[in-house]
């Protein structure tokens, strides 16, 4: 017996979710192919990897998970974004936000911008990948330092730091973002009073 087609998956997996859209976004992530990549494989054989991968994200999403955490990313302007349950999923309101903040900062040189509980990292980001690396500091700050260790989009390495918070004597750490001008640092309520020791260890 012949395997299916992704012609015929699809058809199936719209039947079963009843978007094609969704459908479609379902089966161009577990052929790990774009969409004009996918269109030109439809009559492809899906292997029996990539179909139990369909499957999986299928009883997920008919479970009622949003497909943005089904599919693990999400494309958010010219990034293309890592999110699950720890984070909001960017919305196209977002998309404005980060448009209006970029035109902005464009205006302004040096520039440095703050993105307070940045989550998915959605804005930050965006800012430090369309701004100019010159002149150009972005802080993406969040309690949880798990939500932004992997980022699609761009180019950074990441280290680890410490900044004391004044006036109490306490240590807060946190994440540093190197290559794209970006610091992440781990307790938002902590960032106004450790602001200062933060870019002394910046240097």
């Not at 192919?33 to 029996?48: H, I, M, P, Y």
């Not at 703050?114 to 100019?132: K, M, N, Q, R």
Request: proline share 4%; with cysteine; hydrophobic share 40%.
């Amino acid at each position: 017996m012949n395997a299916a087609t992704w012609r015929e998956v699809l058809a199936d997996t719209q039947d079963a979710l009843g978007s094609e859209r969704e459908a479609r976004l379902l089966c161009e992530h577990a052929a790990g192919l774009d969409a004009s990549e996918f269109s030109a494989s439809l009559d492809e054989a899906v292997t029996q990897r990539m179909a139990l991968h369909l499957q999986e994200m299928i009883r997920r999403r008919l479970a009622g998970e949003p497909v943005q955490y089904v599919m693990g990313r999400w494309a958010f302007r010219y990034l293309d974004l890592l999110v699950d349950r720890r984070v909001l999923i960017p919305r196209p309101e977002t998309e404005q936000v980060a448009e209006v903040a970029v035109q902005f900062a464009r205006t302004v040189s040096p520039r440095v911008a703050v993105d307070l509980g940045t989550g998915s990292g959605a804005i930050g980001l965006s800012l430090a990948h369309e701004l100019p690396l010159d002149g150009t500091t972005v802080w993406l700050t969040d309690n949880s330092p798990s939500g932004h260790k992997r980022r699609f989009g761009v180019a950074a390495t990441w280290r680890r730091t410490r900044c004391r918070n004044r006036p109490s004597p306490r240590r807060c750490r946190a994440s540093a973002v190197r290559g794209c001008g970006s610091r992440c640092c781990r307790d938002t309520a902590r960032l106004r009073g450790a602001r200062q020791n933060l870019d002394r260890s910046a240097t």
